[in-house]
């Protein structure tokens, strides 16, 4: 089949068909006489596989990962455990900064006390206070920085 056809099985837009054969992630698949890629069943498998993963989080290092595995059947696979123990871990990590991030909007939200003008609204007054004190902590930083221990 050609990239379109994989593109649509795999719904796969053809930009990333052709990242992941620069990558590495999917090899290169055979041309025609008319310079069209022929793909093959097997790439549709490697693709799907590397999309699932995707829809896991996972970082195409990870994949590439799994991926030398799958390719090596017969390896151990305590590798392929640890990858998965330390990606549960990273999502949690995530989890945690979401959360804090949804209560930190909940905050913002609570500074809107009805509809008013833009000039008095107070979600957007917050948000200039706090990234002028970003800001300012990112200076007094780089000043210490600057002046050393």
Do not use: W
Not at 107 to 135: E, F, Y
């Amino acid at each position: 089949m050609k990239i379109g056809a994989i593109a649509r099985a795999t719904r796969t837009p053809v930009e990333t068909i052709r990242y992941y054969e620069r990558e590495g992630l999917l090899p290169q698949a055979p041309r025609s006489e008319g310079n069209y890629r022929i793909y093959a069943a097997e790439h549709v498998e490697r693709l799907a596989f590397i999309r699932h993963c995707r829809s896991l989080d996972m970082a195409l290092a990870e994949i590439r990962l799994l991926l030398r595995f799958k390719d090596s059947p017969g390896e151990d696979c305590g590798a392929v455990d640890a990858l998965l123990d330390t990606h549960i871990l990273q999502v949690a990590d995530r989890i945690r900064e979401l959360t804090q991030l949804g209560r930190q909007l909940k905050a913002l939200r609570g500074q809107c006390g009805g509809v008013r003008d833009a000039g008095h609204c107070g979600i957007l007054n917050q948000l200039t206070a706090s990234a002028v004190r970003g800001r300012r902590g990112e200076t007094d930083r780089s000043k210490r920085r600057a002046r050393g221990p």
